[in-house]
T-cell receptor, first 112, second 116 residues
Framework: GENVEQHPSTLSVQEGDSAVIKCTYS??????FPWYKQELGKRPQLIID?????GEKKDQRIAVTLNKTAKHFSLHITETQPEDSAVYFC???????????FGTGTSLTVIP | GAVVSQHPSWVICKSGTSVKIECRSL??????MFWYRQFPKQSLMLMAT?????????EQGVEKDKFLINHASLTLSTLTVTSAHPEDSSFYIC????????????FGEGSRLTVL
C-alpha cells in the first residue's frame, strides 16, 4: 500500500515567519493530496488540497506545492499566527478514494 | 461543510467487554467510511476501509475479529471493539468520503476508549 512520510515531526516558528512541512509518497497511482489541521482534542479539518494535474494551489496564507515526478508535496504557511499552532497531517489517495493514507503529523508551534 | 457525527465521544469499560462506536454522515451519503486509531501525539493509523453493503477491508496487522466493522447503510458505519483489553485503549476516529460532492474526507469527533 501507500507509504506517506512527513517531516519535520515538530516545528517552532516565530509569529510572522513562514512554516514549511514536507511529505513524500510512494504510490504513483496517488493523485489527491489533502492537508488537515488538528487542534488539540478536536477532529482533523481539511485546510487545503491539491490534485495531480496541478502543481501549486494557494488559499490566502496557505499554499501547497506538488512535484509528482519526485513524489513529494509541501505545505507552506506564510505570516504565521499563534492560532496556526496545531498538528498538521498530509495524506495521499488515489482516484478511487478507497484509501486515504496519512503522514505522521507535524506539531507546529507559533511563538508570539 | 458536510457533517460526520461519531458516538460516543468517550467510553470507559471493563476488560473483556465489547464496545460499539457509531459513525454517521448527517447530510450526505457515504459509500466509503474509514476507521482510524490515533495514539497520543501520533498520526492517524488506518485500521480499515468500510464500504456500504460489503465486508470491510482491514489493514495489515489489524484483527478483523477484534475490530468488527459494519456498514449497513449509506449513513452509518459501526466499529465494535470485542473483548476489549487495556491495550485497546486509544482514540478511534472515523471519516466519511463525500464522493458525490467534492470528494473530500470529513472526520467524526473521535471516540476515546479507556479499558480498565
Amino acid at each position: 500500500g501507500e507509504n506517506v512520510e512527513q517531516h519535520p515531526s515538530t516545528l517552532s516558528v516565530q509569529e510572522g515567519d513562514s512554516a514549511v512541512i514536507k511529505c513524500t509518497y510512494s504510490d504513483s497511482a496517488s493523485n489527491y493530496f489533502p492537508w488537515y489541521k488538528q487542534e488539540l482534542g478536536k477532529r482533523p479539518q481539511l485546510i487545503i488540497d491539491i490534485r495531480s494535474n496541478v502543481g501549486e494551489k494557494k488559499d490566502q496564507r496557505i499554499a501547497v506545492t506538488l512535484n509528482k515526478t519526485a513524489k513529494h508535496f509541501s505545505l507552506h504557511i506564510t505570516e504565521t499566527q499563534p492560532e496556526d499552532s496545531a498538528v498538521y497531517f498530509c495524506a495521499a489517495s488515489d482516484d478511487t478514494g478507497n484509501q486515504f493514507y496519512f503522514g505522521t503529523g507535524t506539531s507546529l508551534t507559533v511563538i508570539p | 461543510g458536510a457533517v460526520v457525527s461519531q458516538h460516543p465521544s468517550w467510553v470507559i469499560c471493563k476488560s473483556g467487554t465489547s464496545v460499539k462506536i457509531e459513525c454517521r454522515s448527517l447530510d450526505f451519503q457515504a459509500t466509503t467510511m474509514f476507521w482510524y486509531r490515533q495514539f497520543p501525539k501520533q498520526s492517524l493509523m488506518l485500521m480499515a476501509t468500510s464500504n456500504e453493503g460489503s465486508k470491510a477491508t482491514y489493514e495489515q496487522g489489524v484483527e478483523k475479529d477484534k475490530f468488527l466493522i459494519n456498514h449497513a447503510s449509506l449513513t452509518l458505519s459501526t466499529l465494535t471493539v470485542t473483548s476489549a483489553h487495556p491495550e485497546d485503549s486509544s482514540f478511534y476516529i472515523c471519516s466519511a468520503l463525500n464522493r458525490a460532492g467534492t470528494g473530500e474526507l470529513f472526520f467524526g469527533e473521535g471516540s476515546r476508549l479507556t479499558v480498565l
